[in-house]
């Protein structure tokens, strides 16, 4: 392996972005980034906690309330396209930068995305507006509304994606006239730290975007309930989701979107063309090391093609390279950490003392090098039932439960047995049955006949405990604004 790597992935410990400044964490504390791949350590990362947190939003509420308040849509919208060619720029060094952090293989980086979200979010900068709206009032009077930035926006977000996570909350805040303090995963803070100095060659006032790195329990937890942060946009946990909400509550009422994962139904008929179905589910379960919210990790397939089915799915895991992320023949990167794979390995044994049987997989991969990582084998379980936990707790590993069914109906009500609700697949040839389930499913995504389709138009969110809001889209920058009523006495 000759890739030559970023000099960001090496020397003195990394600070926090605020105020425009580079700075250590005021108590000094650091901690190591791991490379997943090898466990060696990078380079140490700021523990940011609540007085760095504190700094940051006063750093964030000084730039809204100064500068940054009387840059016009156009300038908002400039801002946003030089970001994004900046970030296009550098999109192969930001793709090493999250292989070595994260561990995505560097033949699967999707830098892309994220550029193009920029670009789709510089378009709303300048089409925000209110109406005037004709009432009944007593009087002579002249309503209209405006909106207007919510003020300083806090976000807290993990670290399977981070590129993306990271730009999906700033871009909305840049194009409504927000600031923003972004809290970025422990396990993956190196790719937002990287973006900040890129941030920093736009020409955009000190504290708009604040990086504070640290720990969930400390710098995530004073971001969630600071007075000054006017909203908070969390990717996570359910648990972590809950303790914002009521950190939220407890503060200031802040207002909160919440995105909080999985356990996907993706559901195949016998009359799906199951040469695009097979390959497309298993790439739903194993794409990310299985790292990724929408997975649609419960495969249910009509049962006169489940043997097929699940023999195809075992196949394609078999046939996938997993290795070190450097590599470029590597389809399947490692977990992100030592915890994460104590997690998934968990889960694993769970499986097995559930009465669930591996047809491929099913086990930590420590052969050819890979024993200091922390890699394990894509893995496709029958024998599974949909009260199992392993069916019903998100893994996020690569793990499918393949689950037979008989008819539409039933189909329907045990997809729908999940307290989750983010995501979903149907694949049928049938037209009708597709916008059947498609209802159905209470999910804030389906995909017909494919899965995992992402755009910055469309929106992004999830029914039940998956979630409050949508990210991208509109939708997200409502988010982002306080719509206020402005009446005119006219006589
Ligand atoms: P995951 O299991 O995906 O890491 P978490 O919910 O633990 O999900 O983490 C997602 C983000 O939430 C991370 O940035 C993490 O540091 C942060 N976080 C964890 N605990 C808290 C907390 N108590 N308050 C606020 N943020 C937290």
New binding site residues.
């Given amino acids: 392996m000759t890739i030559e790597l970023p000099g960001f992935l090496r020397g003195a410990a990394k600070g926090l972005l605020i105020g425009g400044e580079w700075v250590p964490a005021r108590s000094g504390a650091t901690f190591e980034s791991i490379n997943p791949s090898t466990g060696a350590p990078i380079v140490s990362v700021a523990a940011g906690d609540k007085r760095d947190v504190g700094d940051a939003v006063a750093a964030a509420r000084r730039a809204f309330e100064g500068p940054w308040r009387r840059f016009t849509p156009a300038q908002r919208q400039n801002v946003l396209l030089q970001l994004a060619d900046l970030v296009e720029a550098h999109s192969h060094e930001l793709g090493l930068i999250n292989a070595v952090d994260m561990g995505v293989p560097v033949a699967r980086q999707r830098g892309g995305a994220a550029v193009e979200a920029l670009r789709y979010f510089a378009g709303w900068a300048t089409k925000l507006h209110g109406e005037t709206i004709p009432n009944s009032a007593r009087g002579n009077l002249f309503a209209y509304t405006r909106p207007e930035p919510v003020g300083v926006a806090g976000a807290?977000?993990?670290?399977?994606n981070p590129l993306p996570a990271t730009i999906w909350k700033i871009a909305p805040a840049l194009a409504t006239g927000c600031t923003m303090v972004l809290?970025?995963?422990?396990?993956a803070s190196l790719t937002p730290l990287r973006l900040g100095e890129i941030i920093q060659e736009l020409d955009l006032p000190p504290g708009v975007i604040n990086i504070v790195t640290g720990?969930?329990?400390t710098?995530?937890?004073a971001?969630?309930a600071h007075p000054d942060v006017d909203k908070i946009g969390?990717?996570?946990?359910i648990?972590?989701?809950r303790?914002?909400v009521k950190?939220a509550a407890d503060s200031n009422f802040k207002r909160v979107s919440l995105e909080m994962g999985g356990k996907s139904p993706d559901i195949i008929f016998a009359d799906a063309d199951l040469a695009s179905a097979i390959p497309a589910a298993s790439l739903a379960v194993f794409g990310n090391t299985g790292q990724v919210c929408i997975a649609g990790t419960r495969v249910f397939v009509e049962r006169p093609v489940y043997d097929e089915v699940l023999d195809g799915m075992a196949k394609v895991a078999a046939s996938l390279q997993v290795g070190n992320s450097l590599d470029p023949s590597t389809d399947i990167g490692p977990l992100v950490s030592a915890a994460q794979l104590e997690r998934v390995t968990g889960y694993l044994d769970l499986a097995v003392a559930e009465g669930a049987k591996a047809v491929t997989g099913g086990a930590r991969l420590s052969s050819g090098g890979l024993a200091d990582g922390y890699f394990v084998e894509p893995t496709v379980y029958s024998e599974v039932h949909d009260d199992m936990r392993v069916v019903q707790e998100e893994i996020?590993g690569p793990v499918a439960t393949v689950l037979p069914f008989d008819d539409v109906d039933e189909v329907i009500r045990r997809a729908n047995n999940s307290r989750f609700g983010l995501a979903g697949g149907v694949w049928t040839r049938h037209l009708g049955r597709a916008h059947q389930v498609a209802h159905a499913i209470n999910t804030g995504m389906v995909w017909v006949n494919t899965y995992g389709s992402v755009d910055p138009a469309v929106p992004f969110g999830g029914a039940k405990s998956s979630g409050w809001g949508n990210e991208l889209s509109g939708h997200i920058l409502q988010e982002y604004l306080n719509i206020k009523a402005v009446w005119i006495n006219t006589e």
């Fill in positions: 807290i977000i993990p670290w399977n809290k970025p995963s422990e396990e720990f969930g329990e710098a995530g937890a971001l969630a969390f990717t996570g946990s648990t972590t989701g303790l914002i950190a996020f």
